[in-house]
């Protein structure tokens, strides 16, 4: 029998058998069902269970759990009452030894597997210090129509439901504290809010639980939405005569100091080892409010900076990594395609004293192409800090022009990141290290950063 014929034997609703020997990059446990991978979330390995199939392919099939039949001795309580309905975790069900042993175990068959490295160089993950309460942003999810209650919390699983949500395991409290800031003034406004997402950030580290609940019950969900600052086009009257509020530009929501829930303006600031940084409210910034600084320094200690050197930070961000490195080179050029985080970047390092930066807002591979490759600028040291995606073409050959003596990779997508490095690895580079950091706790994310070094002739 070949293989689309087995695979045919398999419907969707239909209830089959499954033991659960692995878990998968991307979270989900792993069985076989008449010889066919079977994918079911939330599942632990020695999990044997009755899995309703939702999807059918040519050569796998996934599943949801129907019934545990019996439990792995891995599993553990979840914390959240939440788990398995909200999309934000993936493992609250495994113990943080596990879930950082399962991590590991995907970085280093995503580069056996896909970047083709028969002894990929993967160190031990890095375990956040705090596998709970870690997060410094959080995006909520407020919705509410005429005569139903208000709603604020987080996207399900797969879906564009808003899960009720009255915490968050994951965030930081002061965040939590911010949630029920919400979820009272949503409940109060007699405004309608279609369902719109609001980001939230923590100021700098953790400010904690000493923010009372009762500091946040003002009306300052009402007020935003009745607010005088809101261009024509936010606001119209529906037939009822009650306002209808677009959420999707106000700026995000922060829980300060003073204990009060404010709006934050186009910039938060972040601390990371005493600097400052000015980040766009709506932008990207690392979310780990307790391992951050380790991620910096291992980016820092893998450049090997010796103060003669040239570096591109590509995909710079607000300069997180330009920060670090401009005291110990040369010259540092930062590409970032987004100009707000440009702007931020070159303040932060202005603010800071280092004047030997320049930005350059931009595609990175299209910038790498003109402004250095091109001009035959060559690099000592490159960074790269790619979306999920993992970089184009374009970029990789323009690496491969430059060729710079290293490069740090820093990727929250082995898959992708394995890939890359493959490229670079058949253009005279040897993957030296490997080192993974657990940035995300409970869920299937993980940060790796790799160091590729030219090989020499």
Not at 389 to 397: A, E, Q, S, Y
Not at 409 to 420: G, I, K, M
């Amino acid at each position: 029998m070949n293989i689309t014929e087995k695979v045919s034997l398999l419907r969707e609703g239909m209830i089959i058998p499954v033991v659960i020997n692995d878990i998968a990059f991307g979270g989900e446990g792993v069985g076989r069902y008449q010889n066919q991978a079977i994918f079911v979330p939330y599942t632990a390995p020695e999990d044997e269970v009755l899995a309703k199939v939702t999807e059918v392919k040519k050569r796998h099939a996934h599943g949801i759990i129907h019934e545990l039949v019996k439990y792995s001795p891995l599993r553990i309580a979840p914390r959240c009452s939440h788990f398995t309905q909200c999309g934000g975790c993936d493992y609250q069900h495994l113990s943080y030894p596990d879930q950082l042993a399962i991590k590991k175990t995907q970085v280093v068959e995503a580069f056996r597997r896909i970047g083709c490295f028969p002894d990929p160089p993967v160190a031990d993950v890095i375990a956040s210090p705090r596998p709970f309460k870690y997060r410094g942003k959080a995006d909520f999810w407020i919705g509410k129509r005429d005569g139903q209650d208000g709603v604020a919390g987080f996207l399900r699983s797969k879906s564009r439901d808003i899960v009720d949500a009255g915490r968050c395991e994951i965030i930081a409290e002061s965040l939590n504290q911010a949630l029920q800031g919400l979820h009272e003034q949503v409940r109060e406004s007699p405004v309608t809010v279609s369902r719109r997402q609001v980001t939230a950030w923590s100021w700098g580290r953790e400010i904690g639980a000493d923010i009372p609940a009762a500091a946040l019950n003002y009306p300052v969900l009402e007020e935003a939405l009745r607010s005088r600052s809101l261009t024509p086009d936010l606001s119209h009257a529906t037939a009822d005569g009650v306002a209808f509020i677009d959420l999707l530009d106000l700026w995000p929501v922060h829980a300060d100091t003073a204990g009060d829930l404010v709006f934050c303006g186009a910039v938060v600031h972040r601390i990371v080892k005493g600097r400052t940084f000015l980040v766009p409210a709506q932008g990207f910034f690392q979310a780990n409010l307790y391992l951050l600084e380790q991620l910096v320094d291992a980016v820092v200690a893998m450049c090997a900076l010796t103060g003669r050197e040239s570096v591109l930070d590509a995909y710079c961000g607000s300069g997180l990594f330009s920060m670090f490195l401009a005291p110990a080179a040369r010259r540092i050029f930062g590409i970032e395609l987004w100009g707000k985080a440009i702007t931020c970047a070159r303040e932060n390092l202005e603010r800071a004293g280092h004047d030997n930066a320049d930005f350059i807002i931009g595609d990175a591979g299209e910038v790498m192409q003109s402004q250095f490759v091109a001009r035959r600028q060559f690099l000592d040291v490159l960074v790269l800090d790619p979306p999920r995606t993992g970089c184009p073409n374009k970029v990789l050959t323009s690496v491969n022009r430059l060729r710079p003596k290293r490069i740090v990779y820093v990727s929250c997508n082995p898959a992708t990141q394995a890939r890359d490095c493959r490229f670079l690895a058949n253009h005279g580079y040897t993957l030296h290290d490997l080192q993974a950091f657990d940035m995300f706790p409970q869920t299937s994310h993980i940060e790796v950063v790799a160091l590729l070094l030219l090989q020499e002739k």
